[in-house]
């Protein structure tokens, strides 16, 4: 008899609906023949699955077996074909109702034993299986939560391979299991940082300020003890909350990466990422020999923080160039090319130096100019130029560190970046861009319209600058986004001049 059930192939953060068919034929032979593009893992069910079988009280009849997943150019991966090839093969004996296995998607690892492992992906197989309409889909325990998250698809979480059969019999059917969305979305304002904990330093926080109203990148220089690390680990706590879309996304990342936590269905927080400066370029664009996303995936919707800057390899830094101008990264293998998102903020921090003191009154720099030069050498022109706001960060002094007086709360800086981000988003409704930081093209050219003097000073500015055309861009879009702080329409010399004083490197300053 043949049976079809339904699970699912990841292709990048999205799932392919793959139709498991397992003919099991009493005439002939007995074999076991497995088609459709299938890796190791999935290969090796068949010991899993007949082990399980046989460990759970079904006996499967002499046979010949042979099982289809479909599409058949589609590379299946992992171990979570082993629950939909079990129901299969017990659908096609008829163990189960096949037409009621139909119905459902499944996905899950087995134990020789039966007991049923959880598997990376369920969330967007769960949303594939509400896409096409499935009845319902029965995946782990482990992994019932993350699936509930999609509203409107009935999900069950199964502890064992009897339960699943049983529950597909109708003698004893599984409880839906629903996870609180809105519990979880309360707990978006929870941080346990704050900018009022930072003493001084109000330039930079005027910096962050700018950045995360417009979504530009951000890079820090300043001797060691500054608070270079304390003011970026505090970047999320003044960026807009996470939509729900924008959680399922990054959700997703997380799950197709194994790295969703036990505790949490839904990330509703805008994630913060901070690799340690030996990363390979796979770990921090994605990839491996199995395709997986990096470092700028998991930081996506989020900040990622990149903590003593030249101290990356140059290879490293250069992959980035990719996402920071498209938002997203492509990895190619011989056999396929995934695409996962990369939309993330970028916030750097380096030493002006290689002993850090530099720009350190209290401090004697011992480098010479040509370890300076190497050391500045590290960061390619291109990259900087990707980099909106570069900004020094001095030593703080001490009337600022015994200072009575708090410094600027997140809850007042996060007021006025939301209501810069609302003023975009009436800006750009229809548009294919969000944010200040997106614009180029005639977008720019609408909403960065310069008269005479705010041209001529721009054009002093380049000329003697000798900035690149994307540096000019930049200055453009960063004055954008200073004006929609002071509430102007149009950009004025000052707002240039503001934007221009944050392009200390190509005017040859931090370093």
Known sequence: MLCTVRTAALAGIDAITVALEADVARQGMPAFTLVGLPDGAVREAKERVFAALKNCGFRMPPARITVNLAPADVRKEGSG????????????????????????????????????RPVTGVLPLAVRAKADGAAGIIVPRANAREAAVVEGLAVYGAATLAEVVDHLSGERPLPSVRTDVESL??????????????????????????????????????????????????????????????????????????????????????????????????????????PRPGEVSLAHRGVLFLDELPEFKKPVLEVLRQPLEGGSVTISRAAVALSYPADFMLVAAMNPCPCGFLTDERHAC?????????YRARLSGPLLDRIDLHVE???????????????????????????????????????????????????????????????????????????????????????????????????????????????????????
């Open 81 to 116: 074909y082993d629950l939909p090839l079990a129901v299969g093969l017990l659908g096609g004996a008829e163990v189960v109702p096949a037409e009621t296995a139909a119905r459902f998607f499944f996905a899950g690892e087995l134990s020789l034993t039966g007991e049923l």
């Open 185 to 290: 979305w309360r707990e978006r304002e929870t941080f346990h940082v704050d900018f009022a904990e930072v003493k001084g330093q109000e330039h930079a926080k005027r910096a962050i300020e700018i950045a995360a109203s417009g979504g530009h990148n951000l890079l820090f220089s300043g001797p060691p003890g500054s608070g270079k690390t304390m003011l970026a680990a505090r970047v999320p706590t003044v960026l807009p909350p996470l939509g729900f879309d924008e959680a399922l996304e990054v959700t997703k990342i997380y799950s197709v990466a194994g790295m969703l936590p036990e505790d949490r269905a839904l990330l509703v927080t805008r994630p913060f990422r901070a690799p340690h400066h030996t990363i390979s370029d796979a770990g921090l664009i994605g990839g491996g020999a199995v």
């Open 366 to 374: 011992t480098c010479t100019p040509q370890a300076v030069a190497r």
């Open 393 to 511: 960060v001095p030593a703080v002094p001490y009337e600022d560190l015994r200072g009575v007086r708090p410094g600027t709360a997140s809850a007042d800086i996060r007021g006025r970046v939301l209501h810069v981000r609302r003023i975009q988003a009436d800006r750009y409704a229809g548009e294919p861009i969000r944010l200040n930081a997106e614009l180029s093209g005639k977008l720019l050219d609408q909403h960065c319209a310069l008269g005479q003097p705010e041209s001529a000073f721009l054009e002093k500015a380049v000329r003697s600058l000798a900035l690149s055309a994307r540096a000019y861009t930049r200055i453009l879009r960063l004055a954008r986004t200073i004006a929609d702080l002071a509430g102007e329409d149009r950009l004025a010399v000052q707002h240039l001049a503001e934007a221009i004083n944050y392009r200390s490197m190509d005017r040859g300053g931090l370093v």
